[in-house]
C-alpha cells in the first residue's frame, strides 16, 4: 500500500468490495478539513492584532522598526517619497529666498550680484538643490558671499541631508540584508514520525542545509499548542508546552553540516506520554519548530520555523537514510529528504506499555515484616533481607528455622545481613543437628533477637554476636573445640562426630 501511496499520492483511498461487486459504487470518503494552523509550513505566523485603539503611537515611537518591518513595496513608496518633498522643499525655499531678494528680475543684469547665480525660476533653483546635494557642481550655478540667508540655509540643506540620507538608505540596507531569505536554505521534512528508537518511543523529524556555509551555535527548540483546561475552569486555546529535543545532554545544540533526525524521547515527562496510534485520531495538537542560528557569511541571527499538526505525524513510520560514503567525500541525496517507510511499532502508549509490563511480570514477593508500634520499620529492609532468606533458612535446621522467623525480630525489624549469615554459619557448623542436642548456652545465643535494639544499629549488633559466638565455641566439649579450631567455622565435620549427630549430618547432606 505505501508503494501505491508513492504512485498515486496520499489522496489515494483504498476501497472495500463485497462479494456482489457494490464495493466500486461506493463513494470515497470525503478528504479531512484542513484545520487552521497556528505556524504555516514555511514559518508565518498566522496572527493579526486588532482592536488596538491608541497603542497604535506606539509604531511611531520605534519609526525605525517599523518602516524595516514594512513589505517591500510599501518601503519603496515611503523611499521614493521622502525623497521627492525634501528635494522639492528645499528648492522652493532656494526659489523663496531669490524671490525676496528680486533676483529673478536681475537675473540678466551683469552688475547684479544675487544670492545663487543664474538662478531665476523654480527649475534653476531645483537644479541647485540637486547640484549641491549630489556635490555634482558644474561651476555654472554657485552662492556669492553677498547672501548670508543662502549660507544658512546651505548649512541646514546638508545636515537635513544627511538625516535623511542615513535614516532611508540605512533603513533599505537592514532590510535587504535581513536574513530571512537565508532561512529559505533550511529545509525541514514534510512529515514527522513516531517509532522505537534505542528501546524507546520517539518522535522524530528531519533538518537539513541547503547551503555550504555553515550555521554557527544553531540550536532546535519545539513547542506543543495545544488546548487544554485547568482544575479551574479556565480553558486556554493555546497552550505552550516545552518539547525537550536534547536539553538536558546538549543534543539541542547543533552541528548542521548535513541532514540531521531531531529526536524527543516520549517518557514519562514528555507531553505525549497518554499518546497511542487510536488517540490521534481524535487529538488536536501542533509541534513548532524553531530553528536558530548565526550566519557564518554576515554574523547575523537566523531563524527557520515549520510545524507539524496530528496529521502530519506518521505513526511506525522512520526516516530513509539520505547520506552515502563516496569517493573521498559524502554525498546528501536530498531527493530521499522527506521520504519514509513502516517499521514495525506498538500501537500503544508509552503509559499503556508500562502498565502492560507491570501486569505481565508482577512482584511476587509477600511482606516480609509487619509494621511495629511506631510504624517505623521499612518495607525496603525487608525485602532487602529477602536474598539472605532463601540461602539462610534452607542451611538451618527446622527448628532453629522456626525461631528466626524468617529474618525478622520480634519488633518486625529484620535482621542484619551480616548477623543473619554468622548465625546460621555457626548453627550449621557446630551442631546440625535439633535445637535440643545443642548446649544450654548456645540455645539462648540462636534464639537471640537479629537486632538488640533499633537505636544501637547494625554495628553494635555485629559486634555482639561475634563475642557470643566466641564464647559458646569455649563451652563446647574438648573434643568438639579441637574439631572446630582445625577446620573453622566453614569447615564441614566428617566421621569424627558422634553418632547421632553424624546420622543427623548424613541426612542433611543426602
Given at each position: 500500500?505505501?508503494?501505491?501511496?508513492?504512485?498515486?499520492?496520499?489522496?489515494?483511498?483504498?476501497?472495500?468490495?463485497?462479494?456482489s461487486g457494490s464495493g466500486f459504487n461506493?463513494?470515497?470518503?470525503?478528504?479531512?478539513?484542513?484545520?487552521?494552523?497556528?505556524?504555516?509550513?514555511?514559518?508565518?505566523?498566522?496572527?493579526?492584532?486588532?482592536?488596538?485603539?491608541?497603542?497604535?503611537?506606539?509604531?511611531?515611537?520605534?519609526?525605525?522598526?517599523?518602516?524595516?518591518?514594512?513589505?517591500?513595496?510599501?518601503?519603496?513608496f515611503i523611499f521614493i517619497l521622502t525623497?521627492?518633498?525634501?528635494?522639492?522643499?528645499?528648492?522652493?525655499?532656494?526659489?523663496?529666498?531669490?524671490?525676496?531678494?528680486?533676483?529673478?528680475?536681475?537675473?540678466?543684469?551683469?552688475?547684479?550680484?544675487?544670492?545663487?547665480?543664474?538662478?531665476?525660476?523654480?527649475?534653476?533653483?531645483?537644479?541647485?538643490?540637486?547640484?549641491?546635494?549630489?556635490?555634482?557642481?558644474?561651476?555654472?550655478?554657485?552662492?556669492?558671499?553677498?547672501?548670508?540667508?543662502?549660507?544658512?540655509?546651505?548649512?541646514?540643506?546638508?545636515?537635513?541631508?544627511?538625516?535623511?540620507?542615513?535614516?532611508?538608505?540605512?533603513?533599505?540596507?537592514?532590510?535587504?540584508?535581513?536574513?530571512?531569505?537565508?532561512?529559505?536554505?533550511?529545509?525541514?521534512?514534510?512529515?514527522?514520525?513516531?517509532?522505537?528508537?534505542?528501546?524507546?518511543?520517539?518522535?522524530?523529524?528531519?533538518?537539513?542545509?541547503?547551503?555550504?556555509?555553515?550555521?554557527?551555535?544553531?540550536?532546535?527548540?519545539?513547542?506543543?499548542?495545544?488546548?487544554?483546561?485547568?482544575?479551574?475552569?479556565?480553558?486556554?486555546?493555546?497552550?505552550?508546552?516545552?518539547?525537550?529535543?536534547?536539553?538536558?545532554?546538549?543534543?539541542?545544540?547543533?552541528?548542521?553540516?548535513?541532514?540531521?533526525?531531531?529526536?524527543?524521547?516520549?517518557?514519562?515527562?514528555?507531553?505525549?506520554?497518554?499518546?497511542?496510534?487510536?488517540?490521534?485520531?481524535?487529538?488536536?495538537?501542533?509541534?513548532?519548530?524553531?530553528?536558530?542560528?548565526?550566519?557564518?557569511?554576515?554574523?547575523?541571527?537566523?531563524?527557520?520555523?515549520?510545524?507539524?499538526?496530528?496529521?502530519?505525524?506518521?505513526?511506525?513510520?522512520?526516516?530513509?537514510?539520505?547520506?552515502?560514503?563516496?569517493?573521498?567525500?559524502?554525498?546528501?541525496?536530498?531527493?530521499?529528504?522527506?521520504?519514509?517507510?513502516?517499521?514495525?511499532?506498538?500501537?500503544?502508549?508509552?503509559?499503556?506499555?508500562?502498565?502492560?509490563?507491570?501486569?505481565?511480570?508482577?512482584?511476587?514477593?509477600?511482606?516480609?515484616?509487619?509494621?511495629?508500634?511506631?510504624?517505623?520499620?521499612?518495607?525496603?529492609?525487608?525485602?532487602?533481607?529477602?536474598?539472605?532468606?532463601?540461602?539462610?533458612?534452607?542451611?538451618?535446621?527446622?527448628?532453629?528455622?522456626?525461631?528466626?522467623?524468617?529474618?525478622?525480630?520480634?519488633?518486625?525489624?529484620?535482621?542484619?545481613?551480616?548477623?543473619?549469615?554468622?548465625?546460621?554459619?555457626?548453627?550449621?557448623?557446630?551442631?546440625?543437628?535439633?535445637?535440643?542436642?545443642?548446649?544450654?548456652?548456645?540455645?539462648?545465643?540462636?534464639?537471640?533477637?537479629?537486632?538488640?535494639?533499633?537505636?544501637?544499629?547494625?554495628?553494635?549488633?555485629?559486634?555482639?554476636?561475634?563475642?557470643?559466638?566466641?564464647?559458646?565455641?569455649?563451652?563446647?566439649?574438648?573434643?568438639?573445640?579441637?574439631?572446630?579450631?582445625?577446620?573453622?567455622?566453614?569447615?564441614?565435620?566428617?566421621?569424627?562426630?558422634?553418632?547421632?549427630?553424624?546420622?543427623?549430618?548424613?541426612?542433611?547432606?543426602?
Amino acid at each position: 500500500m505505501s508503494a501505491l501511496r508513492k504512485k498515486f499520492g496520499d489522496d489515494y483511498q483504498v476501497v472495500t468490495t463485497s462479494s456482489s461487486g457494490s464495493g466500486f459504487n461506493q463513494p470515497a470518503p470525503e478528504k479531512k478539513k484542513k484545520r487552521q494552523r497556528f505556524v504555516d509550513k514555511n514559518g508565518r505566523c498566522n496572527v493579526q492584532h486588532g482592536n488596538l485603539g491608541g497603542e497604535t503611537s506606539r509604531y511611531l515611537s520605534d519609526l525605525f522598526t517599523t518602516l524595516v518591518d514594512l513589505k517591500w513595496r510599501w518601503n519603496l513608496f515611503i523611499f521614493i517619497l521622502t525623497y521627492t518633498v525634501a528635494w522639492l522643499f528645499m528648492a522652493f525655499l532656494w526659489w523663496v529666498i531669490a524671490y525676496i531678494r528680486g533676483d529673478l528680475h536681475r537675473a540678466q543684469d551683469p552688475k547684479y550680484t544675487p544670492c545663487v547665480a543664474n538662478v531665476y525660476n523654480f527649475p534653476s533653483a531645483f537644479l541647485f538643490f540637486i547640484e549641491t546635494e549630489a556635490t555634482i557642481g558644474y561651476g555654472y550655478r554657485y552662492i556669492t558671499d553677498k547672501c548670508p540667508e543662502g549660507i544658512i540655509l546651505f548649512l541646514f540643506q546638508s545636515i537635513l541631508g544627511s538625516i535623511v540620507d542615513a535614516f532611508l538608505i540605512g533603513c533599505m540596507f537592514i532590510k535587504m540584508s535581513q536574513p530571512k531569505k537565508r532561512a529559505e536554505t533550511l529545509m525541514f521534512s514534510e512529515h514527522a514520525a513516531i517509532s522505537m528508537r534505542d528501546g524507546k518511543l520517539t518522535l522524530m523529524f528531519r533538518v537539513g542545509n541547503l547551503r555550504n556555509s555553515h550555521m554557527v551555535s544553531a540550536q532546535i527548540r519545539c513547542k506543543l499548542l495545544k488546548s487544554r483546561q485547568t482544575p479551574e475552569g479556565e480553558f486556554l486555546p493555546l497552550d505552550q508546552l516545552e518539547l525537550d529535543v536534547g536539553f538536558s545532554t546538549g543534543a539541542d545544540q547543533l552541528f548542521l553540516v548535513s541532514p540531521l533526525t531531531i529526536c524527543h524521547v516520549i517518557d514519562t515527562k514528555s507531553p505525549f506520554y497518554e499518546l497511542s496510534q487510536r488517540s490521534m485520531q481524535t487529538e488536536q495538537f501542533e509541534i513548532v519548530v524553531i530553528l536558530e542560528g548565526i550566519v557564518e557569511t554576515t554574523g547575523m541571527t537566523c531563524q527557520a520555523r515549520t510545524s507539524y499538526t496530528e496529521d502530519e505525524v506518521l505513526w511506525g513510520h522512520r526516516f530513509f537514510p539520505v547520506i552515502s560514503l563516496e569517493e573521498g567525500f559524502f554525498k546528501v541525496d536530498y531527493s530521499q529528504f522527506h521520504a519514509t517507510f513502516e517499521v514495525n511499532t506498538p500501537p500503544y502508549s508509552v503509559k499503556e506499555q508500562e502498565e502492560n509490563l507491570l501486569m505481565s511480570s508482577p512482584l511476587m514477593a509477600p511482606s516480609l515484616c509487619n509494621s511495629g508500634k511506631g510504624g517505623k520499620n521499612s518495607s525496603m529492609d525487608c525485602l532487602e533481607s529477602l536474598e539472605d532468606k532463601e540461602s539462610t533458612t534452607t542451611k538451618l535446621p527446622s527448628k532453629l528455622q522456626k525461631m528466626q522467623g524468617g529474618g525478622c525480630g520480634r519488633d518486625g525489624l529484620p535482621m542484619p545481613r551480616k548477623l543473619l549469615r554468622m548465625s546460621s554459619t555457626t548453627s550449621e557448623m557446630i551442631y546440625p543437628g535439633s535445637m535440643g542436642d545443642l548446649p544450654l548456652k548456645l540455645q539462648r545465643i540462636s534464639s537471640v533477637p537479629g537486632v538488640s535494639d533499633e537505636k544501637q544499629g547494625n554495628k553494635m549488633a555485629s559486634k555482639m554476636s561475634s563475642d557470643l559466638i566466641s564464647q559458646s565455641v569455649a563451652d563446647l566439649p574438648p573434643k568438639l573445640q579441637r574439631m572446630q579450631g582445625g577446620r573453622g567455622i566453614g569447615g564441614r565435620m566428617d566421621g569424627h562426630l558422634p553418632p547421632k549427630l553424624r546420622k543427623m549430618n548424613s541426612d542433611r547432606f543426602t
